[in-house]
């Protein structure tokens, strides 16, 4: 499969500030008395993106469909299989950590769960204190001035510092962990299904503040989320994902109004709307999701596309533009049917 190039604007690796190629990611199966592998989890197939620097690109698809292994493969929280990882124009592909640090400061992450991922026996400015201590050289002063002005940009009060986590709200939280991603000022940050947790009152607030901090510190973000009305609200392109591989991939006018993929309809088609003249038909497809260990032949979609025929199971789509930005993977749209 070769790299997603928005072929008519003719873009140069100096538009991109990452570049995902090929990625694979297989976890392997232990089965037997002397635990040998007997079979491979697929949780990343073979997929290639590239994100504009400034831009959101969103990443939606059901739970297990490899969104979120995707992400931490990218940060290199987890090793790829296979495939080559260009963060600005740098090969971190095998990095070893020594070199991957101070690139690490550019690369941040906000997670599902803040309460998860924020020490609950750490109070808010050693959160956000704790990345300036082990990557730059700032004085403890300068260090408060910066956890204060972090913690009135995401919306809290100055001395929330010395707060704990569990005194905070799910939504509060999750500002604590924006702050925190945010105290190296990085370049691009990886959200993971930051607002699926939160109530959906809290969550346009949360997305907003994302929206205003995107503008405020020139962020690129990677938007991970199985809600496509929460992508829609914030990303300037879409990816769709299943069963480890790219289904489809689009500016988000394009994808919501004229989706190209089965897939891509049958979750637009579960997205509720106020609008009746906008209300698509419910689309139910049958069967279960296939296991990541297991996938089926050719196309991956195949055991449950309303739209199947002869060559879904022999041949895998390739990911293919079919109009202008919008690619898919899909022998629909091959015109070697």
Known sequence: MSVIELKSKKKTDQDYILQAKNIKKYFPIKGGILKHTVGHVKAVDDVSLNVLRGETLGIVGESGSGKSTLGRVILRLMNPTEGQIIFENQDITTMGNRKLRPIRRDMQIVFQDPFASLNSKMSVFELIEEPMIVQTEMKRRERVEKAINLLEKVGLRPDDRFKYPHEFSGGQRQRISIARALALNPKFVICDEPVSALDVSIQAQVLNLMADLQDEFNLTYLFIAHDLSVVKHISDRVAVMYLGRLAEIAP??????????????????????????????????????????????????????????????????ELKEVTEGHFVACHLYNNEQ
């Open 252 to 317: 988000k006018k394009n994808l919501y109004e004229t989706p190209l993929h089965p897939y891509t309809e049958a979750l637009l088609s579960a997205v509720p709307s106020t609008n009746i003249h906008s209300r698509r038909e419910k689309i139910l497809l049958s069967g279960d999701l296939p296991s990541p260990s297991n996938p089926p032949s050719g196309c991956a979609f195949r055991t449950r596309c309303p739209r199947v025929h002869e060559r879904c199971s022999v041949v895998r789509p």
